[in-house]
């Protein structure tokens, strides 16, 4: 058996104190994440996760640089994942376009209320990265090398 991290990617967006969420639906009821999703077949992290953005928020993403990268895994033997976190900015919103299968709508919550709501949120990747951004982390996107071949 051939193990393989599910690669995954997530936005960190903050605009006037308050950050863009999504409320979706889970097989454990209605959780909070960051735009997300997973990396698709001959897809760079950077086009990931502009299209992540778009399809569940319908706001366009700039991404400006690196939050981190993190390994997830649910428990011994089940699934892993690698996250790449990006923050960066939005630009165009398009309020007619529909959201991703599953999300419900796309929010800007402020800090306080998502501290609140810790026990909702999508996995602990996602207070643990608006944590790091933060307390300041972030990293050039010159970090990321796409090689082809």
Do not use: K
């Amino acid at each position: 058996m051939t193990w393989t991290p599910h690669v995954t990617v997530a936005a960190v967006v903050e605009m006037q104190g308050r950050f863009l969420m999504v409320e979706e639906e889970t097989p454990d009821g209605i959780r909070y994440n960051q735009p997300a999703g997973h990396l698709e077949a001959q897809e760079s992290l950077i086009a990931a996760i502009q299209r992540e953005v778009l399809e569940e928020s319908a706001w366009q993403f700039q991404p400006a640089g690196l939050v981190g990268i993190y390994r997830w895994q649910l428990a011994p033997g089940e699934t892993t994942y690698l996250r790449f976190c990006f923050h960066g900015s939005v630009t165009a919103h398009d309020p007619q376009r529909p959201l991703d299968q599953g999300i419900r709508a796309a929010l800007w919550l402020p800090l306080d209320t998502l501290r609140l709501q810790s026990r909702q949120m999508r996995s602990p990747l996602v207070l643990r990265s608006l944590n790091d951004y933060l307390n300041g982390s972030r990293y050039p996107l010159e970090l990321l090398h796409e090689l082809a071949g």
